[in-house]
């Protein structure tokens, strides 16, 4: 049944027996069956953004962890044994919010959990103050309230961020790019389900040493297996960005700010600053309003306290709803008079229309999850990131075959394959050094997150640059020794450069750093793994007139 | 909870996968007869069936259904494993 070999060269519909008298007659690339031209757009809407695509699942892949990613990236703040008190905590944070954002109209604290050890904040950039941009931010300690002393880092945020705004362009169109690459997947995705005509079949199928089959069979595997998830990520992908992409039925049906403003009331708990009254107050304090919300949902199921308007007599707080174990986005918040401290209302649901969407978007963040969820979230996503690294590979590997003169590929074949090696083996690279620089570039140095993340591209921008003036498979073989290398010794560097080396903590059981070590082993092992395997790869040789047949058949289930 | 979920799910993978001539061959050396095979089938789905039951239950519909989805996709991946490494073996 599997035999490549049996089929005639001829184009058939589906594998079936011809349907009309029509495609019976035409061969070659005149007729083609619905599974061909599914195929067809498969290879090119996969091919076309496959690399920023690749990029896109693997750093939105580690942005599960990326609250670990940041703890690890600020060594010099200690393992945190338990989460500290979300009602004191935001308290400290407010005291010295009062003094950093000193006339400000709306500042907003993320408090600590489980797994971070910071309280995030951003406030927005005080009426007449030298600095630039809408929105300030800043992270401080839960402990003190005051800045972190740690190290200037934007630590796994910036893998967050690249994951749908990418960088070095307005985050607009970073979010732009990133829907269209989205939309370009979920016509993959669902071409690819048509074309693969034998999902059930051939569910657990793994041809060993067939070359272009075993690929087919490792790229069909990973994207089946993962399927759920893969149409979940990508439809939810595009879902939390929905009212950028398609604004107009909002602006249609929305006639007045006030219509605008119960609206965005239903997407989230960000209130806007109202109008100020211009009779000075003092904030009351936020712990007693926190201690009323963790009455309602719990000791540490608090995210996030915003305050507009603080110092003004028509201050506003709203204490936000955590989202543990909670699969849904939609806001739950107490807003309470920031004056007097009273409670003046309780949002506690939305409609079905933005509770839809509160779940569609909280599936796509997995913020939810408790660690098991977490791990699932993670390996699966690792699994999407190689079904795309596996189909960009595929498309060389099929045309490879039945180049004229394989010393001398042409142009476009050069370019995929070049742009294959940068973007799958040097993204490794750069996301290790992204690390490496964390922890080598001095801790005073201005502008410190920015350099990392400049290094982080200098170094992607290296291995491009490598891979164009190697030969393609030394190139893939080298870049995935130095990623393998780069992983496995990071630990060593960790241990070398700050004072929570593997033993130690394994000693405390701080599992987020001995984890942390453990996962770039596995990681480099993974890498050591394929650049052995490509090393050792002996490419099989045929027979031009027996390949001419034999290829064909197999196009079509690719 | 989530262990057993993947268990369950483990072993539902492996009985369709024995469900099928192909992996019968690679697994157990020999096809089974078509009883058996129908068997395996029956079972493996069954034990489908079964396993989200039992995740929903315990976890709700919410994460049940998150539980489920993550557990099955990485189940067939050790499936897929096991009988290549089975394969490999025989080879």
Redesign the interface.
Known sequence: MANPNDATPQVRDNGRAPKSAKSTKSTGTQSKGVRQSMSDLHTWAGLLVGWLLYAMFLTGTVSYFKEEISQWMRPELAHQQQVPDPAAVSQRVATTLATLADGTTQWSVQLPTARSNLASAFWRTPPGSAQKGMFQEGVFDPATGHAVTARDTLGGEFFYRFHFQFYYMPVMWGRWLAGLCAMFMLVAIVSGVITHKKIF?D????R?GKGQRSWLDAHN?LS???L??HL?ITYTGLVTLMTMYMPWAGEVALKSAAQRQEVAAQLNAFIRPGKRQGVAAPLANVDRMVREAQARWGENNVLRVTVTNPGDASARVAVSRGEA????VSPQYLLFDGVSGKLLETHDHVGGAAETRG?LYA?HMGR??DL??RW??F??SL?GTAMVGTGLVMWTVKRRQKLPDPMRPYFGFRLVERLNIASIAGLSIAMTGYLWSNRLLPVALPHRADTEINAFFAIWAATLLYALVRPAKRAWIELLWLAAALLALLPVLNALTTQRPFWRSVAQGDFVFAGFDLMMWALAALHAALAWRTATHRPREKAAGKRATATLPQEEEA | M??LTLGLCVMA?AF??LG?E??QQAVLGRALDAGRTRGFRIAGWCALVITLRMIVGEAGW??GL??Y??????A??I??GA??WR??AR?
């Open positions: 079949v569910f657990f199928t793994f060993w595997a089946v297996f993962g759920p998830f979940m174990l909670r699969v849904s779940v599936l939810f999850g098991p969820a699932l979230y390996i699966v699994a | 989530v262990g993978f369709l996968a099928m192909r992996h919410a994460m998150v539980y989805a993550g557990c099955t996709s990485l067939a991946g499936v897929y009988i290549l394969q490999r080879a």
